[in-house]
């Protein structure tokens, strides 16, 4: 897993890397494949995602289907604290609410960021304290002509993972 922070490190300045970070995340996370949602920048604190306006996302009235734009937002919010917080935590999604504004019509994209305060105060601060915590990152999706399609709320449990505990 940490090889793969070193992929993201090169992505921020390679589109071989960007390929191939994205190619490694179409065989880890199988379930987004079909959507053909890609990273298309890595940055300090987060990532850009697009999600494609094609026929598999779209529902009966041939606008992006809402729980494409719910994996799109969730994707991001996901990898973007992957990014800030690294490997040494478990990341598992309990939540998640959405608030949709606008129909898609044409390509998604979202341009998530986490500043280094959130994590420090929201996150690193309360896990010093306690075994996990809950993380509620707020993602908001735009189309190309950003149009504000949806506001979602992904509420994240972190926790160390020494202390996970499996059955």
Not at 49 to 56: A, F, H, Q, S, W
Not at 156 to 164: A, F, G, H, L, M
Request: a positive charge.
């Amino acid at each position: 897993m940490k090889r793969i922070l070193l992929i993201f490190e090169k992505a921020k300045h390679s589109g071989f890397y960007l390929f191939l970070l994205n190619t490694i995340l179409g065989f880890a996370i199988p379930f987004n494949k079909p959507h053909r949602i890609k990273i298309s920048g890595v940055h300090e604190g987060g990532v850009d995602v697009r999600l494609p306006y094609r026929r598999k996302n779209l529902n009966h009235l041939k606008g992006i289907h809402a729980c494409a734009l719910a994996t799109a937002a969730e994707y991001s919010s996901g990898i973007s604290l992957l990014l800030c917080i690294g490997t040494d935590y478990r990341l598992i999604m309990k939540n998640i609410s959405i608030t949709y504004h606008y129909q898609a019509k044409m390509d998604v994209v979202i341009s998530h960021r986490i500043s280094k305060e959130i994590i420090e105060n929201n996150i690193l601060l309360p896990l010093g304290k306690a075994d996990s915590i809950l993380f509620h990152n707020t993602v908001d999706v735009y189309d190309v002509l950003q149009n504000h399609l949806c506001t979602t709320t992904v509420d994240w449990q972190i926790k160390k993972w020494d202390k996970v505990k499996s059955v």
